[in-house]
């Protein structure tokens, strides 16, 4: 996927700019304060709906200002064009059009511009609680199939239900048997969540070792374990039999505690690395490694399943990383296509391709060359 051009108004610092950016390689650089990572929160905005920062759109409007505008011109990789506008206005809500039309539902854009965003914050990925974890697979998976975002929606309905009914069964206003019609969503639709996560996680496990020495010159082995609570038949691949199982032998305790604790709504992701999580052994440039390295992997799996290159976005990462490391990382990302990378300073990109790099400057919210 290659977004060709981005129109802002009134998002963030940014008031009116018209910005193109090339195929490959694009850095944004600028001192702090500027706009470079408003600038990868907008392309953002426009593939996902929704800020990587911000829980409301009030918080994205500039200041003082009653609307704001997003668009941007894609080309994929078969060379079909479009353009997705997003406009928001305080008075009016969120508007979303795809090739000037309407759309109804946001969830319908998701998947068609895949994208990729590491960023600092992400380390939360890494040392944060599970919620964090789950979140970061089902942004993943929602890109890649429609079908999981639709089952982690009913997933996520059923479990709000069944947690109501939980709390009345529990001061005997209800009875047992009304639990039934939402156990059924909640194995049906989990059992498909849990079976897409865990097979991300195997693609998971053949890359990222390769990516991780790569980027980190250790030969060190890594992998990732997918933790769930629900027992999984490992010979047969059978869930939905011992998750509806296991959910009717925790019944009491889910009732005493007026919560469900069984589902992949608890699950979490555990990285290693020689056998150790790294989450309590690894120092954190480890960690840091790691995470570029589970973002390469998650490109790659975009690009595996749905036949199209997902942009990168990479925001301010290079703190602590050499030259050689930067190069190795912008070398592993090469193949990927359209990458978007800010940083403070231009000078830690050397030896990068000239004819695969596009480099622009951000001050107070424009682009100065
Ligand atoms: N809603 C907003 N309206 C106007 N300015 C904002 C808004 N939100 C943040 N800013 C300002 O935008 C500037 C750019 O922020 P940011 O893109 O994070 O900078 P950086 O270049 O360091 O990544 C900051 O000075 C910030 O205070
Ligand atoms: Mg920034």
């Known amino acids: 996927m290659y977004l060709k051009q981005i129109e802002l108004n009134h ?16 850095i944004i650089h600028g001192r702090n304060g500027q706009g470079k990572t408003s600038l990868l929160e907008a392309v953002f905005f426009l593939a996902i709906t929704k800020s990587f920062r911000a829980k409301s759109e009030k918080i994205v409007l500039q200041h003082d200002k009653e609307y704001l505008q997003i668009a941007g011109l894609f080309e994929t990789d078969k060379k079909d064009a479009f353009s997705v506008r997003i406009f928001y206005s305080v ?29 600092l914050e992400d380390l939360e990925l890494a040392y944060g609680v599970p919620a964090n974890r789950r979140k970061f697979i089902d942004i993943l998976l929602s890109q890649v199939s429609p079908i999981y975002l639709q089952a982690l929606q009913i997933y996520k309905k059923a479990l709000s239900h069944r947690n109501r009914l939980l709390s009345l069964i529990s001061e005997n206003k209800e009875n047992s048997s009304i639990l039934f019609p939402w156990d059924e969503q909640l194995v049906k639709n989990g059992a498909y969540i849990i079976r897409l996560r865990q097979k991300f996680i195997t693609f998971a496990n053949e890359k990222i070792g390769d990516y991780y020495r790569k980027i980190s010159f250790r030969n060190e082995q ?40 069984i589902g992949p709504h608890r699950d979490d992701l555990v990285f290693f ?13 480890e960690n840091k490694t ?48 359209q990458t978007l990378i800010t940083t403070t300073s231009r000078e830690k990109i050397k030896g990068v391709p000239e004819e695969s790099v596009r480099f622009m400057e951000i001050e107070q919210g424009k682009v100065v060359k």
Not at 275 to 280: C, R, V
């Open 273 to 285: 690395k020689e056998g150790f999580p790294l989450k309590t052994y690894g120092s954190q440039g």
């Open 91 to 119: 008075a009016d809500g969120k508007h979303v059009f795809f090739n000037q039309n309407k759309i109804d539902k946001f969830s319908q854009l998701i998947g068609k511009i895949p994208v990729t965003l590491l960023s």
């Open 11 to 26: 998002f963030r610092n940014i008031s009116a700019e018209n910005i193109n950016f090339g195929k490959q390689i694009n």
């Open 290 to 337: 790691l995470l570029i390295a589970l973002k390469i992997v998650e490109s790659e799996y975009l690009k595996e399943q749905t036949a199209e290159n997902p942009i990168l976005l990479m925001d301010d990462i290079f703190g602590e990383l050499d030259n050689e490391r930067i190069n190795n990382l912008i070398q592993c990302v090469i193949p990927f296509g």
């Open 222 to 261: 890594i992998s990732i374990k997918y933790k769930t609570n629900v027992p999984f038949e490992a010979e047969t691949g059978e869930i939905e039999n011992v998750f509806k199982q296991t959910l009717f032998d925790n019944y009491d305790a889910d009732v005493q505690r007026q919560n469900t604790l």
